[in-house]
Nanobody, 121 residues
């Protein structure tokens, strides 16, 4: 069964940091670009970042540039999202997915169950 599982979410104060992990199973991670997406309460899902299969190309949403860093370790079948200088507007459910172009999900690979990130004092 092809799946990705996110972890690392939680409650953090504004200005704090979190590191999300996305572990893939049932397939080889280096066959896919990987993306992070989020959905805030009452808002549409939006793409946060997308990293190419090789890891050489990374795209970020403007609102997270300079604060979030996406990476991947194909040997560990894991993708990461380091989130620094978090803001209340970063609150939402964060999803990992295999297969992205730009900041969109291609549907070519599995989509995770999500991990909640709450930024609040």
């Amino acid at each position: 069964q092809l799946q990705v599982v996110e972890s690392g979410g939680g409650l953090v104060q504004p200005g704090g940091s979190l590191r999300l992990s996305c572990v893939a199973s049932g397939f080889t991670l280096d066959d896919y670009s990987m993306g992070w997406f989020r959905q805030a309460p009452g808002k549409e899902r939006e793409g946060i970042s997308c990293i190419s299969a090789s890891g050489r190309d990374i795209r970020y949403r403007d609102s997270v540039k300079g604060r979030f860093t996406m990476s991947r370790n194909n040997a560990e079948n894991t993708a990461y999202l380091q989130m620094d200088s978090l803001k209340p507007e970063d609150t939402g459910v964060y999803y990992c997915a295999a297969g992205c172009i730009g900041l969109g999900y291609t549907g070519s690979g599995p989509w995770g169950q999500g991990t909640q990130v709450t930024v609040s004092s």
